[in-house]
């Protein structure tokens, strides 16, 4: 059992910066990828960006060159740096591991 939980959600202006965290509690979870995703309202959810248990990453077009995931497996957490933000991705933010697990979700909200 995985409890996963995210943090570091709010309200930004447009080309502003936040950092999501992922903490896992109970099993660590060195042993499977972590992948966020997100849902704005009244779409479906979407991958954002994964990360191996090796360090392998994956990012979506969207994500690419504004957004770094990273992971600490001794603190058995996930963290997601969010660069240059635009109102686009307004959503709210999931962590995801490969055995099935999603955290309560992490309201990110940008603002023009």
């Known amino acids: 059992q995985i409890e996963l939980v995210e943090s570091g959600g709010g309200l930004v202006q447009a080309g502003g910066s936040l950092r999501l965290s992922c903490a896992a509690a109970g099993r660590i979870f060195s042993s499977v990828a972590i992948g966020w995703f997100r849902q704005a309202p009244g779409k479906e959810r979407e991958i954002v960006c994964g990360?191996?248990?090796?360090?392998?990453?994956y990012y979506s077009e969207s994500a690419k060159g504004r957004f770094t995931i990273s992971r600490d497996n001794a603190k058995n957490a996930v963290f997601l740096q969010m660069n240059s933000l635009t109102p686009e991705d307004t959503a709210v933010y999931y962590c995801?591991?490969?055995?099935?697990?999603w955290g309560q979700g992490t309201q990110v909200t940008v603002s023009s």
């Open positions: 995801w591991t490969t055995n099935g697990y």
């Open positions: 990360i191996n248990r090796r360090g392998g990453l």
